[in-house]
């Protein structure tokens, strides 16, 4: 996971300075090929689910997303139209962002059963954090000697070190995490079934859909202030701005392995799962309050870091315990239907929404603000809810 996480945070400074090149009305077309590119990408995920071998499927798609940002890399060097070059780069970055951490999480709750999740994903979590300080670290500090090209090139060459670390983890869930009962021992090696059981997997189970109506909540919040500070980042250069970028994803992981190491846990043992996934919705809301009093960049950045620092350290771990609850088609079929399709989807409307508000509206940061408190409020009554369906005694719903 630190490996993973530092390829990812070399390539997320990258393309989030590209955005303030551009109009909330251009990003918003964008995060809308990207919700068409990655349901075509999930789409093609289940066909793979399905065909390939399990033990080579993780491997197989970290190593297809190093041969992409080789393939960047190189267009980026010749390219003569770099404005194309950039957006495709954006979009696809996007793309790789979800589904990388989709397939790690779902490789994550194949490997523990639901007790060794819940000690253990807060650390892994932290792990990722970790990756986070790593990554960042390049961009903020050499993003201008080094250029943003160059890279793209190291974080292709780090998305190949995990894989023999991947195939080290299957041998030891049988020998070592004694979970050959947790998954039949006669499993088959491929997954199988209807490639595009995921989508309906998802549509038909009121918990999955329950999990995809948390996540559009997030998504609406994480949209409404990262175009604030877009658009507050645009006077900036781009090298500049790469920094900025790349700092604050400093800060966020420095908060989150504090808290993954030191809180998360205890959260869980002490209040259960519907106060650990409902605490950021919580903080968060109150902070769009905030910013609707005193609507200033530092207060914007400040919940930035909060926001995304809670959701590493606690509301992704305790998201993904929800997913012990399922079985190995769902967990690796509607899974990433949810994390991505889902995902992308609440962008696409959430980005639109918000060029409506400030580009057709003419609303300003403080009233903003006010729709997304309003947002962040119904985030934490579906995460309460979705706390209390996880801790019934009962099987899986349906």
């Known amino acids: 996971m630190v490996i993973l996480m530092s390829a990812y945070y070399i390539l997320r400074p990258v393309r989030d300075a590209m955005a303030s090149d551009w109009s909330d009305a251009e990003v918003s077309w964008l995060w809308t090929i990207n919700f068409f590119i ?34 960047f890399y190189v267009a980026a060097s010749g390219s003569v139209d770099r404005i194309l070059i950039d957006k495709a780069f954006y979009v696809w970055v996007s793309v790789f962002s979800l589904l990388h951490i989709s397939v790690f999480w779902s490789f994550m709750s194949d490997l523990f059963n639901k007790e060794q999740a819940g000690r253990l994903f807060g650390i892994i979590a932290a792990g990722a954090s970790v990756g986070g300080l790593i990554g960042p670290a390049i961009p903020s500090f050499f993003s201008e000697s080094l250029g943003t090209d160059n890279l793209m090139l190291i974080a292709s060459g780090m998305l190949l070190l995990p894989i023999p670390i991947i195939f080290y983890l299957q041998s030891l869930k049988s020998s070592a995490l004694h979970n050959e009962d947790f998954i039949s021992q006669n499993a088959p090696a491929k997954i199988g079934g209807n490639p595009f059981a995921g989508f309906k997997l998802f549509f038909s189970n009121p918990y999955l859909l329950a999990i995809a109506l948390f996540i559009f909540l997030y998504t609406g919040i994480s949209s409404f202030v990262y175009f604030e500070l877009k658009n507050l980042l645009a006077d900036f250069s781009r090298p500049e701005r790469t920094a900025v970028w790349a700092q604050m994803d400093l800060a966020v992981n420095t908060l989150s392995i504090a808290t993954g ?68 088609e769902t967990r ?38 006010l729709v997304g408190a309003g947002i962040a409020a119904l985030w934490t009554l579906v995460a309460l809810y979705l706390g209390r369906w996880f801790e019934r005694d009962d099987k899986f719903p349906t």
């Open 38 to 71: 990655s349901t075509a990408v999930v789409a093609l995920y289940g066909v793979a689910v399905s065909r390939f071998r399990f033990q080579l499927l993780v491997p197989t798609v970290y190593g297809f997303f190093a041969l992409t940002f080789v393939v």
């Open 261 to 328: 190491l030191f809180a998360t846990g205890r959260i869980m043992s002490k209040f259960g799962m519907p106060v650990t996934i409902a605490l950021v919705p919580v903080l968060i809301c109150i902070g769009l309050i905030v910013i609707a009093i005193s609507p200033v960049m530092a207060v914007v950045v400040g919940l930035q870091i909060l926001r995304r620092a809670g959701n590493y350290a606690v509301t992704r771990p305790a998201r993904e315990m929800l997913f012990t609850r399922v079985d190995r």
């Open 332 to 369: 690796f079929k509607a899974k990433p239907v949810i994390d991505i399709v889902a995902y992308r989807g609440g962008d696409t409307i959430m980005a639109w929404l918000f060029t409506g508000l400030t580009q057709g509206l003419g609303l300003g940061l403080a009233s903003v603000a």
